[in-house]
RNA sequence: GCUGGCAUAGCUCAAUCGGUAGAGCAACUGAUUUGUAAUCAGUAGGUUGCGGGUUCGAGUCCCAUUGCCAGCUCCA
């Protein structure tokens, strides 16, 4: 027989009979990897472990550390999920069943309706699957077979659908088997269901076929499986983590915000400690602001319905705004965007390029009328402030000005220590009605965002068809301290409004010239930027943002006077403090304050009021000793004034 | 908006088959004078989200409604 040459990752090369399969090569390289292999890498096309390789090839095993292995792993998984289902619920048709970031789901369409009592038993059935040690064995048909097998012999209406529209250009189409059970799918899978070791249903939810609200809803339940027990804790560890870090959770432990039905859905209402945190935030920026030659502005929270006309997101954008309210003769909108009123700033007198850049900062409160499905806790509302601003520059200033617009965000994320990527979010190039401007306006744009990432060294990816309809961004993306994304803060290029609202500025030439204007915001939303903010600290704000900084705590009634003085030195130092005169012993009161999350606690007993000092305790560290009172203020004070993270 | 789930004291939660709404913490009062994550005792706290219905009797069952949560759809 034939002998073929396989060149493996680390560039070896080995022989093999013509027909050897991908997991008798991994068995030939080890034990372990022939049982952790799930599939193969044949010159870069990932392939069934038992399909047969004929010709030379460089080959890789895939297992579950890479994340072609985790979407194979997960993917099969959602077969076995299904044939669980299938045994437990007969009758149960199937939808779409692919991995996610976390797990997987499948959409199915059932004549029960699944409760989280079902999770168990689903759990259990798939185990026993596992147990029956199923050859997962893959089977190439003509896609007229496939249609008449899912309408005869395994009736199924999804997967006929499927067949007839999504890959009706594919003349062989493939299906997978186990035991009774056979699906319609690309693959490629697990060679057995014995991979799967640990199982935990997630959750049930609903959702549409082909994500359309017409059409069938399903029921699409998540789960996550993994080939060790000990991944599996692991994960629901994490999970517990992310859910004690919940905003919500921490905002109302913490009294940071509130809403209330009265006031309305999607409404926050910022408590006396959310408000400290989220003015120093806005302190923060705005010092930065000044310093880059920003200058702030105030705009009214509604304005004329002409002007949205004007701009042209009204009615573009009706059905995600409030309707408008009539008054005498005129129509009002609850603004959904501050970028009209500061384009009015702008015209209010005649600009000469010597006033350019004009650099418009707000931070502008609007409202949009989400969907009430959609809000969620701070990070989605229906009144939000965003820091805003918006900067009119000749075309020769655009790089310099995106440069420091994006040097700002980048100084924001290093401050809160959150590592960031950037999207350049461009035109969708098949879609083009959708966008505002000529085309060669936007050639000339994304041409210019991409050279100033570049120019900047920016760690940066491009995003087809997820530009605004007036010009291409930068979307930055940062990881928060649980490795979680979030996009955040957004840097972008407009041409359309100068045209819309016929800005002009008077060149060097004495013409008139449409200026270009960025729009830009750090944060994006404050509201949203706390909630992630929140999560991302646990609650556990640096003192530079922490509402009370210091609790100022005396074991006795015999120091309170002592107490009360280190209190008026601290406050003097403009540090946030609160006395704690209450008749507790101190045990009580540090962890009261330890739930509370305050940075740093001042303990005083005899040995303090003696000796002009205080007992230092940090939050979550315990006891650092004693200090002087002047030298506990300066450490305090230079810790805030370098947004030190502690 | 759609689908599903949930709603009990300020907070976290209990209440068996439909049979007198309860605990811990917080609050208040008093005692205690305290050294690094909960001192002790007592008091008060409720139209069980709101509105209907079934029943001798509803926190519990049914209908409607509001809000929250998960997801779908959407996101200038």
Request: charged share 25%.
């Amino acid at each position: 027989m034939e002998k073929i040459r396989i060149t493996l990752p680390d560039q070896s090369v080995r022989e093999f009979q013509s027909g050897v399969t991908g997991i008798e090569i991994a068995s030939s390289i080890s034990r372990s990897l022939e049982k952790e292999a799930l599939a193969v890498s044949v010159n870069g096309k990932v392939r069934d472990l038992n399909l047969p390789v004929t010709s030379d090839s460089s080959l890789r095993i895939i297992t579950f550390d890479s994340d072609e292995g985790r979407e194979i792993y997960w993917h099969s998984s959602s077969h076995i999920m299904a044939q669980a289902i299938e045994e437990l619920f007969p009758g149960t048709r199937f939808g779409a069943g692919p991995a996610i970031e976390n797990g997987f789901y499948y959409d199915i369409d059932s004549p029960h309706s699944f409760t989280p009592e079902d999770f168990s038993k689903i759990e259990e059935k798939m185990k026993e699957i596992s147990r029956r040690e199923l050859d997962i064995r893959r089977r190439e048909l003509s896609r007229d077979e496939a249609i008449s097998f899912f309408k005869s012999t395994r009736p199924d209406p999804y997967k006929v659908e499927i067949l007839e529209t999504t890959i009706k250009e594919d003349d062989t189409v493939s299906v997978y088997n186990q035991g009774g059970f056979t699906d319609l799918c690309t693959g490629p899978h697990l060679p057995n269901t014995g991979r799967l070791k640990a199982v935990k249903v997630l959750s049930v939810s609903s959702s549409y076929w082909r994500g359309d609200a017409s059409r069938q809803v399903m029921q699409r339940i998540y789960a996550i499986t993994f080939p060790k027990q000990s991944l599996l804790d692991e994960h629901l560890f994490q999970l517990e983590e992310a859910k004690k870090r919940d905003h919500k959770k921490l905002g109302k432990q913490l009294n940071l915000f509130m809403f209330s039905p009265l006031v309305g859905r999607g409404l926050p209402v910022w408590l006396p400690n959310g408000t400290i945190v989220r003015r120093t935030l806005e302190a923060f920026l705005r010092d930065e602001l000044l310093k880059r030659g920003y200058v702030e502005v105030i705009t009214p929270h509604i304005g004329n319905l002409d002007m949205y006309r004007t701009s042209g997101h009204y009615p573009y954008y009706s059905e995600s705004q409030f309707a408008p309210m009539k008054v005498e003769d005129e129509e009002y909108l609850l603004k959904p965007m501050n970028c009209p009123h500061h384009h009015q700033i702008y015209s209010n007198q005649p600009r000469s390029y010597r006033d350019l850049p004009l650099r418009l900062a707000e931070f502008g409160s609007v409202y949009r009328f989400e969907q009430s499905g959609e809000l969620n806790g701070l990070s989605r509302v229906r009144g939000f402030t965003q820091d805003d601003a918006h900067i009119y520059c000749t075309h020769d200033q655009l790089k310099s000005e995106l440069i420091n617009a994006i040097e700002l965000t980048q100084l924001v994320f290093k401050t809160f220590n959150m590592p960031v990527k950037t999207r350049l979010s461009f035109w969708d190039p098949e879609n083009k009605d959708k966008y505002a401007g000529s085309p060669e306006m936007w050639e000339q744009s994304q041409q210019e965002i991409l050279e100033v990432a570049q120019d900047m060294g920016l760690d940066y990816f491009i995003g087809m068809g997820e530009a605004a309809f007036y010009g291409p961004k930068f979307d930055f993306i940062v990881k928060d301290a649980i490795g979680r994304k979030w996009q955040l803060g957004t840097v972008q290029v407009d041409y359309v409004m100068p045209e819309r609202f016929g800005l002009e500025y008077v060149g060097p030439e004495n013409t008139k010239l449409k200026p270009v204007i960025i729009h830009r915001a750090p944060f994006g939303s404050m509201e949203r930027f706390l909630s992630i903010l929140i999560e991302h600290f646990a609650g556990n704000f640096p003192t530079w943002l922490a509402p009370v900084q210091v609790a100022v705590l005396p074991i006795s009634d015999v120091f309170n006077e002592y107490a009360a003085s280190v209190e008026k030195e601290l406050a003097a130092a403009g540090i946030r403090v609160r006395l704690d005169l209450r008749n507790e012993k101190i045990g009580y009161k540090i962890r009261d304050w330890e739930t509370q999350k305050v940075p740093y606690m001042a303990v005083i007993g005899g040995k303090e009021a003696e000796s002009g000092s205080v007992a230092i305790r940090q939050h979550g560290q315990g006891d650092k000793g004693a200090l002087p009172v002047s030298e506990f203020v300066q450490k305090l004070s230079s810790e805030i004034a370098s947004r030190s993270l502690n």
